[in-house]
């Protein structure tokens, strides 16, 4: 065998002074066949200062290939300093490949004001400090400090576990905090593209955060997006997110993070309005053969919610209502939507029907939809309670417009008892049916000739194409405690005004009513009037004006209809065989 032992090694290269000792060792090879890879022994102390160019002048090219690359293709600048080398690499140890174990070197050393792209694409390190140990098959880069975009890093690692084989996991972690934005800025950038892909940015989250996150990347040149791999746990608070669900913010959240290659699963609390907390769980899928993604929600639900859903719900809610939602797809593209909700603590109302449900009475929810590019499909909706029961099914189309309904049973108590159904005819009018029991018909023909004013700001009711209505009704109450039997109704509004009415039903005491849109003739003012005909006029100016101080008598009444919106109603009554009671003034005007 050769040997070179340098018992007191001093030089000088690359504005480096290298000071120690070193043994070469070349054997021979045995019975003629080839030689072994040589020894080397060496213990070497380092001083001076590099740069990446000229620590990669003085790297052999085919030792530590992979963290090499990554130092020539990644490491831009840095101050590379107290390097300390040693070597115990006996002859024959260099693998045919190449490879050297692991022990057979090791390299520390300093880096400060480094700055690296340790992902391709991603936003760069800069201002990094910290210290590396190179050994043969193997590289651990500790970052202590460095900033990544304006996010501060406290602590990183560039971590290639092995060399060799070929193309193995090589790791980059990061542990940092700052703002949430900030962050997820960083994590959005190619290749990761996290909110990206879910169509999602950055910009509308804000709050303070910190994040424990791992990239992994295969040791090779040319790596596609889809073979990296993530892992990571965040916690944040303070947080704000805006329109996740169309123009909803929710704010004051806190909660953590759990990041895998192909999901990561949100855990947080939030409000999405005063006095309405709820509990997210939101697992967000990043490829679309992995199904979709899913957001549990869990809360307390007002009218404040409602407010900011667009739902004008103080028109027929007050107090709180505890729900729980499963949707699946993405924020703002959810593919299925179920939720439950408990009316206990909450009054609701229908003024239309003069229904009204107290807080404290129980009462149940259920309403699944799904979603398409074509609209809205409810397959279930459901109110139960003791003096409600509600349930069917209904779609709308994308602009929320209903397009079919169809409700089984529509039970208020004391307000109505009938099964409704709808559709669209082919102009777009919007056709309703309603066969059943009861209806309290009193509250909405006040409504119709007193007129109001729309609650709390909500719009008017819109009509679109046109209503269609036939309804045939058993027991139809009207004011003042008339109901009339055997009720049919068949009319037609159309998006301006209402364009004919036919009604009919018997009273009390068996007496016939008709009702029916007629037209006055006049050149000014109303040009409709609905026309009721009865042989017990009394009964009828009763139910519909809520006068009660006439009694029998028979003839009709005309009342104008007033443009839309102009409260109050003017009219002529013509009759005869009436008794007034209860007024002696109107008794004495009339004799």
Not at 82 to 100: H, I, K, Q, S, W
Not at 389 to 401: A, K, Q
């Amino acid at each position: 065998d050769r040997r070179l032992a340098l018992s007191s090694l001093k030089a000088q290269f690359g504005g480096l002074s290298v000071s120690g000792v070193l043994t070469l060792l070349r054997p021979r090879g045995f019975d003629g066949g080839a030689a072994p890879s040589p020894g080397v022994i060496a213990d070497l102390d380092i001083e001076g200062s590099l740069d990446p160019q000229g620590l990669l002048a003085i790297w052999p090219k085919r030792i530590a290939l992979g963290a090499r690359d990554w130092v020539e293709a990644r490491l831009d600048s840095a101050i590379i300093d107290n390097l300390d080398f040693t070597m115990n690499l006996l002859p024959g140890a260099v693998r045919e490949d190449g490879g050297l174990p692991d022990e057979a070197l090791t390299l520390t050393f300093d880096a400060r004001n480094g700055k690296a792209r340790y992902v391709d694409g991603m936003t760069a390190l800069r201002n990094g400090s910290g210290s590396g140990v190179l050994k043969g098959n193997s590289f651990l880069m500790r970052i202590d400090s460095g900033r990544v975009g304006d996010v501060a890093i406290t602590r990183g690692e560039v971590h290639f576990p092995v060399f060799m084989p070929k193309w193995e996991p090589t790791y980059y972690r990061f542990t940092a905090a700052g703002r949430a934005q900030d962050m997820l800025a960083i994590l959005d950038a190619a290749p990761l593209s996290l909110l990206s892909k879910v169509n999602l940015s950055p910009n509308q989250f804000s709050g303070e955060a910190r994040a424990e996150i791992e990239v992994m990347r295969p040791n090779k040149r040319d790596v596609l997006p889809e073979e990296y791999g993530y892992k990571g746990a965040a916690s944040f608070k303070n947080m704000t997110l805006n329109d996740l669900i169309g123009d909803i913010q929710f704010s004051n959240a806190s909660g953590t993070v759990d990041l895998k290659t192909r999901s990561m699963t949100v855990s947080a609390k939030a409000d999405i309005a005063d006095d309405a907390p709820i509990e997210m769980v939101w697992r967000q899928n990043f490829y679309a053969q992995d199904g979709p993604s899913d957001i549990a929600l869990s809360g307390v639900f007002n009218s404040s919610t409602g407010d900011l859903f667009g739902v004008p719900t103080r028109q027929f809610l007050r107090g709180p209502v505890g729900f729980e939602a499963q949707a699946k797809g993405d924020f703002g593209a959810f593919e299925t939507l179920d939720i439950k909700a408990d009316f206990a603590g909450a009054a609701l109302m229908v003024d239309a029907l003069g229904w009204r449900k107290a807080a404290g009475t129980p009462a149940t929810g259920e309403l699944s939809m799904a979603f398409d590019a074509q609209g809205v499909t409810v397959s279930k909706l459901s109110v139960d309670g003791e003096t409600v029961n509600v349930f069917g099914g209904l779609s709308l189309d994308r602009n929320g417009v209903l397009l079919k309904a169809d409700l089984p049973r529509f039970y208020l108590a004391d307000a109505a008892d009938f099964a409704a159904t709808a559709q669209r005819d082919a102009a777009g009018a919007l056709e309703l049916t309603a066969v059943g029991d009861f209806l309290n018909a009193g509250p909405m023909v006040k409504q119709a000739l007193e007129g109001s004013a729309p609650q709390d700001g909500a719009e008017p009711l819109r009509w679109g194409r046109g209503v269609k209505v036939q309804a045939r009704i058993d027991r139809i109450a009207m004011r003042q405690g008339v109901v009339y039997r055997d009720g049919a109704l068949d009319l037609y509004r159309d998006a301006d005004r209402l364009q004919a009415l036919d009604f009919t039903a018997f009273g009390p005491g068996g007496d016939p009513v008709t009702v029916a849109m007629a037209l006055t003739g006049a050149e000014q003012g109303p040009e409709r009037a609905i026309v009721a005909r009865s042989s017990a006029i009394g009964e009828l100016m009763k139910g519909v004006l809520g006068v009660n101080s006439i009694k029998g008598g028979e003839g009709s009444m005309q009342l104008a209809l007033h443009q839309t919106g102009e409260p109050g109603f003017e009219g002529e009554l013509e009759a005869r065989n009436l008794q007034v009671v209860n007024a002696p003034l109107l008794a004495r005007i009339f004799s």
